[in-house]
């Protein structure tokens, strides 16, 4: 619900899943659902609950990450790079960059991409929501420099998100037919989560303005994807 820009219901889908699992008493169940919640709290733009959700779900799982049970190394990974955005979309650059060490130094004890508890947590996905933070902190040479990487190997949400920040990024940096191929793939990745995405409306306006439509040229592709995702009447 958050992804396809549905803010209050995902709230109430973390919140029902927080409450069930406040039930089961299990630090990784609890943990998991908070990790939802920081995503809903994210699109509802309440990023210093999220960021004290986080820190309270860490709490949850310390006593796990003292003996190094992958799975909670995972979780506590996610959550500090989920409080991480928080941070950055607060604009609080010290505080993004202090979570995202720490879950770089839970990735490097993970030792490898893994999906416990569909995570997707590793070194890859520390590196992408690195990109990811610095596009919100309006770092757009950085994510164009460095966000060139292979996602194939990655879950699908992983892979499609990091394809729809990098054409955002190509895009504010007026490189508008490689931001586009970059949705492209991404929409062959999975359609539903590009068409139903605020930001790929927004990066489409975006090369629209950029490259007036005319008949036969990569402008008019770029209006028919518009459509296709409803960025244009």
């Not at 029902?16 to 699109?43: C, F, I, N």
């Not at 990024?169 to 989560?193: I, K, N, V």
Request: glycine fraction near 6%.
């Amino acid at each position: 619900m958050a992804k396809i820009g549905e803010s209050d219901i995902s709230w109430l889908a973390a919140e029902r899943a927080m409450r069930a699992a406040d039930e089961s008493d299990d630090p990784l169940v609890l943990a998991s659902a908070a990790r939802s919640g920081t995503h809903a709290l994210l699109a509802n733009g309440r990023y210093d609950d999220a960021l004290e959700l986080g820190n309270a779900a860490a709490a949850w799982l310390s006593s796990r990450v003292t003996e190094h049970d992958p799975a909670a190394l995972s979780l506590l990974g996610m959550i500090h790079l989920r409080a991480a955005v928080a941070a950055a979309r607060h604009q609080d650059r010290p505080t993004a960059t202090a979570l995202l060490a720490r879950a770089e130094e839970l990735a490097d004890d993970l030792g490898s991409d893994e999906n416990y508890w569909q995570t997707g947590f590793g070194p890859t996905n520390v590196l992408l929501h690195r990109l990811s933070i610095e596009l919100d902190l309006d770092n757009v040479s950085y994510v164009v420099e460095h966000g060139r990487i292979n996602v194939d190997h990655m879950p699908q949400e992983r892979s499609v998100s990091h394809r729809i920040d990098y054409a955002r990024a190509m895009s504010l940096a007026g490189q508008g037919d490689e931001a586009f191929t970059e949705l492209l793939t991404a929409e062959r990745t999975s359609p539903q989560l590009v068409r139903s995405n605020p930001r790929v409306r927004e990066t489409l306006r975006d090369l629209i303005k950029q490259s007036p439509v005319t008949g036969g040229s990569r402008s008019s592709e770029v209006f028919v994807m518009a459509q296709r995702c409803r960025a244009v009447q």
